[in-house]
Structure formats: C-alpha cells, structure tokens
C-alpha cells in the first residue's frame, strides 16, 4: 500500500474513519450488490440451459453472503462504534462501572475477526466462480457486465477486509485500552 496513504490511515481518528469505512466500502459494497444481483437476475431469465444458469446461482448466494456481511457491519458494529467513541469523547473509564455494560467491548472484535474468516472464504467462492463453458457467445454483454460486478465485488470486499483487519481493529483496541474497556 502506498506509504502516504498508509499514514493517512494511521492518523485518522476512529470516528471518521468509520464514516469513511462506511461512505467508501459499506454503502460501496452494498450497491454493488444490488446492481449484480439485479444482473444475475437478468442472467438467469435469458438463460435456457440449466448448466449455464448454475453461474447465476452461484454469483446470487455470493452477493447474498456479501450482503449479510454489510449488513452485519451497519446494524451491529456501527452502531457500537458510535457509541465506543462517545464513550471516549466524555472520557468514560469503564473500570467505575457497575458490571452491567451492555456493550460487550471484547465480542466485537472477535466478531470482525470471525466474520474475516467468513469473507475470506467467500472471496475464495468469488475467485472458484466460473463461467459457463460458450457463455462469451451466447449472452456476451450480460455475462461480461455480471463477471465484471463479481470482479467489482472481489476487490472491493478484500480491500474492506485489509482496512478492518489493519486499521479498524487496532483503533477499536486503542479506544477500548482509552475507556479501560478491556482490562476489567
């Protein structure tokens, strides 16, 4: 990765990094998943032979299990990202609570950890993926279009994957060590 752009990342604070991890990659993702599902879709009325319509298929349950990992991230982490940094901005100490937080500081991480085990599996899918055999020659456009949104999706989902395992995580643990979240 470029160095200057690997510092960039290292300064930015948890906050906008996260609104950026969501404007860039979250909501990125998410409409590509939305346009290549809608493209498998055609795919798969124009196809005949069920052979071929396998590859539809199968980019469909990809961009579904994509679709849940987004979906994870927006329902669950970010919210507890907002409120791990508010916590932080009111210099909350999480060593004078009463026991009863809700937040479950160290599940989150194991959570992302997990779910990276869970995208690297599905990249493995998306790179296995392939095309039907004649499938430049019988619908070239749709195929190319929806192979190409695959494409799309498979980089997309392993630079996400990168920025989480090597930015996120650690700016998580550091506003976690900040509010004594896990040393209790």
Known sequence: MDKLLDNQYHLIKLQPFVERLEKDFY???????VAARQQAGRLNEL??????SQYSK???????EIKGYITQRKEGLLPYLTKLYAQEE???????CTGNCSLQHELQI?????????????????QMAALPLYSESIYPDVYRILRNQMALLENSLSQLAFLEENYLIPKIVEVQNNIHAISR
């Open 27 to 33: 909501n990125g993702i998410e409409s590509l998943c």
């Open 58 to 64: 199968l980019c469909i349950k990809i961009i579904d």
């Open 90 to 96: 009111v210099n909350h100490n999480c060593l004078n």
């Open 47 to 52: 196809e005949l032979h069920k052979t071929n």
């Open 110 to 126: 194991e959570n992302i950890k997990e779910s990276h085990i869970k995208i690297r599996e599905t990249l493995y899918k998306l």
